[in-house]
Every structure is written in C-alpha cells, then in structure tokens.
Antibody
Framework: EVQLVESGGGLVQPGGSLRLSCAAS????????MSWVRQAPGKGLEWVANIKQDASEKFYMDSVKGRFTISRDDASNSLYLQMNSLRAEDTAVYYCARDIFWRAAAEASYTYYYYIDVWGKGTTVTVSS | QSVLTQPPSVSAAPGQKVTISCSGS????????VSWYQHLPGTAPKLLIYDNDKRPSGIPDRFSGSKSGTSATLGITGLQTGDEADYYC????????????FGTGTKVTVL
C-alpha cells in the first residue's frame, strides 16, 4: 500500500524552528518529485515547496523562501521540511505529497504536467507564544 | 494568496449537477495542465482529475474536467450526500517564481 506518514508537528514560539518528517512506503521513493502542502485554519490548500528526485531542483512559495528548506533522504525513503524563523501565519496542517511532475517543450516555452496523486494525513504546526 | 480563483460555494439537490470554475492566467492554467482535488475536513485530499480531464482509477465518471484558455471547470453529476466537501483546482505556475498553485477552494453543499 502506498503511504505517506508525517511527523514532527507541534507548538513552537514565533521565531522558533521545527523539522517535519515524512516517511514514504509502498513505492519507489527515489523516482518521484515530492512536495509539502499546508492548510491554515479556516483557509484553503497552499502549496509550500517541492524537490526533484535527485534533489538538484527545489521550488518554494515566496513567503517561505529563505526560512524553509525542503530535503530528502532516498536511502531511508524520507522527506523533510526544516522550518526556521516561524511566524504565526505558518500555523497550519502540513501535508506530505507525492508529485507527478514533468514538462514538454512547446514552441517558445514549456508546458508543465503537474499534479499530486498521493497525500499524507498531515501534521499540525502551531506557532504561538 | 492564491492566483487561481474559484467560487466560494455551490449547491444543488441530490441527483442534480454542479460545476465549479477555476480562473487563472497564461502563466498557469493557460499553458499548463490542471488537476482537481476533493478535501473532506480532517482527511487527506483526494485526486479527482489530472491532465485537465483524466480520472484516476476508482474515480467515478460522475466527475469530469475541462479546460478552455485560462479557465478550467469541474463538473459533478448525480450529486450525492457524500460529495459534500471542499474542491480545489491546481496546476503549475511557470512565472518568475515557479511553483505549484491551488485555487481558492469551493464548498459543495448537497441540499
């Protein structure tokens, strides 16, 4: 069974740090891009970051650039999100996700195929004093 | 702040049809493929549609997707009480700061 299990959430003070982990099983982890997506209380889904299979490419949403770092360990089938300088607005349920991501050349640019086909159940991060 | 706009809510009686729109721009929907997700509170989101109009195995054909220009649409026919959930569109945004993007989300209510 394909499964993603997040851990590491909790209560942290503003300005603090937290490291989220995601344990993957049931598929060849090293073959996939992986993502983190979050949902703040009462808000919608928000894409946070993703990482290429060999970690040579990483993308981040603007508001977490320079504060969050996504990484992976293919030997242990694990995805991580190191979160520093946390703010109240980072309070959310954080989901680990498996991406299907590739691009095709199209005239003067690329066309991107992107979707998330497997999601974890999430881990809750609360930033509060 | 999401770059994909959806109506906050839609509703219909059981057995009826609803459509949910998702409006974007040339840097996202206009040039890339769209997906749709169903999200029930407290659970993992579920993929309903990928590559604009394809359904993963196990998703009933009551769910359909389409795309035209910089907008996409999710249709749900034969509405059931179990369809009551939040629905999100998603795609890749290939602007100066590339990354995944989701719509603002739509609450479907079965009357």
């Amino acid at each position: 069974e394909v499964q993603l299990v997040e851990s590491g959430g909790g209560l942290v003070q503003p300005g603090g740090s937290l490291r989220l982990s995601c344990a993957a099983s049931g598929f060849t982890f090293s073959n996939y891009y992986m993502s983190w997506v979050r949902q703040a209380p009462g808000k919608g889904l928000e894409w946070v970051a993703n990482i290429k299979q060999d970690a040579s490419e990483k993308f981040y949403m603007d508001s977490v650039k320079g504060r969050f770092t996504i990484s992976r360990d293919d030997a242990s089938n694990s995805l991580y999100l190191q979160m520093n300088s946390l703010r109240a607005e980072d309070t959310a349920v954080y989901y680990c996700a498996r991406d299907i991501f590739w691009r095709a050349a199209a005239e003067a640019s690329y066309t991107y195929y992107y979707y998330i086909d497997v999601w974890g159940k999430g881990t809750t991060v609360t930033v509060s004093s | 702040q999401s770059v994909l706009t959806q109506p906050p809510s839609v509703s219909a009686a059981p057995g009826q049809k609803v459509t949910i729109s998702c409006s974007g721009s040339s840097s996202n929907i206009g040039n890339n493929y769209v997906s749709w997700y169903q999200h029930l509170p407290g659970t993992a989101p579920k993929l309903l549609i990928y590559d604009n109009d394809k359904r993963p195995s196990g998703i009933p054909d009551r769910f359909s997707g389409s795309k035209s220009g910089t907008s996409a649409t999710l249709g749900i026919t034969g509405l059931q009480t179990g369809d009551e959930a939040d629905y999100y569109c998603g795609t890749w945004d290939s602007s100066l700061n590339p990354g995944g993007v989701f719509g603002t989300g739509t609450k479907v209510t079965v009357l």
